[in-house]
């Protein structure tokens, strides 16, 4: 896969970056369901693409030129370690006083959201890129009490429409 040159609302999602042996780099997905393309609402491609901007401007003035292939770096253009990703995250999240979540609490908040908004599950198990509908049903389903009551209405207006 290549790298994008601009972002759009269909942003591949290209690797991970994790910690491997001491030394930050990139890795393959650790399936092949893993590597995948998702859908970014277009607010949020936007949010992604004027940051870019930003990024490419601050680079321009400090004479570095070029363009960093990834989204979120240093100021030289290097991947951040995602420990220092992490904390800057969890730090921008207390400024801004709202309920405290980890950059990868987003992404269970994300599939919790989608759950209860109706998403299909197998959508949702796809976005999330987990192998199988059932390990999104495994994990999250705790988390979606209640539903039995919306179903026992959308089974009484069935019935009433059927009996009329």
Not at 143 to 154: I, M, S, T, Y
Request: proline share 7%; hydrophobic share 40%; glycine share 8%.
């Amino acid at each position: 896969m290549k790298t994008p040159s601009k972002l759009e609302p269909a942003c591949p999602l290209l690797a991970l970056s994790e910690v491997v042996g001491g030394k930050l780099g990139v890795k393959p997905p650790k399936t092949q369901r893993s590597a995948r393309t998702i859908k970014l609402p277009s607010s949020l491609a936007a949010e992604l693409e004027r940051h870019r901007k930003e990024q490419l401007e601050q680079r321009l003035k400090l004479g570095l030129g070029g363009r960093p292939n990834l989204v979120f770096t240093s100021p030289l253009g290097k991947m951040l370690h995602p420990d220092s990703f992490s904390e800057a995250f969890v730090n921008k999240v207390a400024e801004i006083e709202i309920k405290p979540i980890t950059f990868h609490g987003l992404r269970h908040t994300h599939i919790t959201l989608l759950l209860r908004s109706g998403v299909p599950v197998h959508v949702v198990s796809a976005r999330a890129g987990h192998t199988k509908a059932s390990i999104t049903l495994d994990t999250y389903s705790h988390l979606l009490g209640g539903e039995d009551n919306d179903v026992a209405k959308q089974a009484e207006a069935i019935l009433q429409r059927v009996l009329r």
